[in-house]
């Protein structure tokens, strides 16, 4: 059974930054396209950042040039650096994965997406 499990959320002031870290395991698949989204209360679940199976990467045009999606294959790791954050960044963040053994884009839409890990609250003060 696939699990992912999230951690590095937190409370920081605007303007600073904190790091998400997804593990990913209990797969056997080959490829995988993984992203990140966010909810507030209140609110759809949003697309952050997405990489796909041969590494193209997607950002929604709220965060570009704020936070950088990057994976540690070796380590089934994904991670976010949210850097320059604000307070309309406050949300719970989620990981997702699909797990293919061919080709998969780098989507933002959540129903692309198979698997999901717990979320991890980030809070961002003004």
């Known amino acids: 059974q696939v699990q992912l499990v999230e951690s590095g959320g937190g409370s920081v002031q605007a303007g600073g930054s904190l790091s998400l870290s997804c593990a990913i395991s209990g797969h056997t698949y080959s490829k995988a396209c993984m992203g990140w989204f966010r909810q507030a209360p209140g609110k759809e679940r949003e697309g952050v950042a997405a990489?796909?199976?041969?590494?193209?990467?997607n950002y929604a045009d709220s965060v570009k040039g704020r936070f950088i999606i990057s994976e540690d294959n070796g380590k089934n790791t994904l991670y976010l650096q949210m850097n320059t954050l604000k307070p309309e960044d406050t949300a719970m963040y989620y990981c997702?994965?699909?797990?293919?053994?061919?080709?998969?884009?780098?989507?933002?839409?959540?129903?692309?997406?198979?698997?999901w890990g717990q979320g991890t609250q980030v809070t961002v003060s003004s």
């Open positions: 990489i796909g199976s041969d590494g193209t990467i």
């Open positions: 997702a994965a699909l797990l293919v053994t061919r080709y998969c884009s780098a989507s933002l839409t959540a129903s692309f997406y198979d698997d």
